[in-house]
């Protein structure tokens, strides 16, 4: 797959099996994540790995945070079911720093790019990968489970595996539309 293909028919794969990533595979992932711009090389990330026995301990992390804010037995269940959606969930978190000249918002850019340039190394190599968001990346309980400091943020977790089905290719967008000229 040529880098213009790439750019221009990437998607979220939602429905993804085993297996997960192999170590080859992983490797290029993260080490395009860590390609990404990085304005004062301060690495503002984290990438916690979820795979095998992993994916059973960010279950029970969901469920203890969904049962910490009086969810409903159908929420806890459902919590409990979220990292099943794919062999390998990545937890990727902003690692913000004090910076004169990088700001926080810069930092937590950079690792939306690191979300981002992994999503679309597992496309370059035929895999799979949704990046999803939603309460628990913002749930001061899931941060203290997975060790993460006050500052940190959760940026997204990007299930990665085999597709189930082969997705319908999206219509192109014109990016045209979204752009003016001063």
Request: hydrophobic share 50%; net charge negative; charged share 15%.
């Amino acid at each position: 797959m040529d880098a213009k293909q790439l750019l221009l028919t990437r998607q979220s794969t939602p429905r993804l099996v085993a297996p997960a990533p192999n170590d080859e595979q992983l490797t290029f992932i993260l080490d395009a994540a860590a390609r990404v711009p990085d304005h004062g090389a301060l690495t503002p990330w984290e990438f916690i790995i979820a795979v095998d026995d992993g994916l059973a301990k960010l279950a029970d992390i969901f469920v203890a945070a969904a049962k910490a804010q009086g969810a409903d037995d159908a929420m806890i269940t459902k919590a409990g079911n979220m990292p099943y959606r794919a062999p390998m969930v990545i937890t990727v978190v902003a690692k913000t720093q004090q910076h004169d000249k990088v700001p926080a918002i810069e930092q937590h850019i950079a690792a939306g790019c690191a979300t981002m340039a992994m999503q679309q190394a597992a496309f370059a190599l035929g895999i799979g990968a949704v990046w999803r968001s939603g309460d628990f990346a913002f749930n001061a309980d899931v941060n203290a489970a997975l060790g993460l400091t006050e500052g940190d943020q959760i940026v997204g977790f990007l299930y990665v595996g085999t597709p189930a089905v082969v997705a319908p290719t999206k219509p192109l967008k014109s990016g045209q539309q979204f752009a003016r000229y001063l």
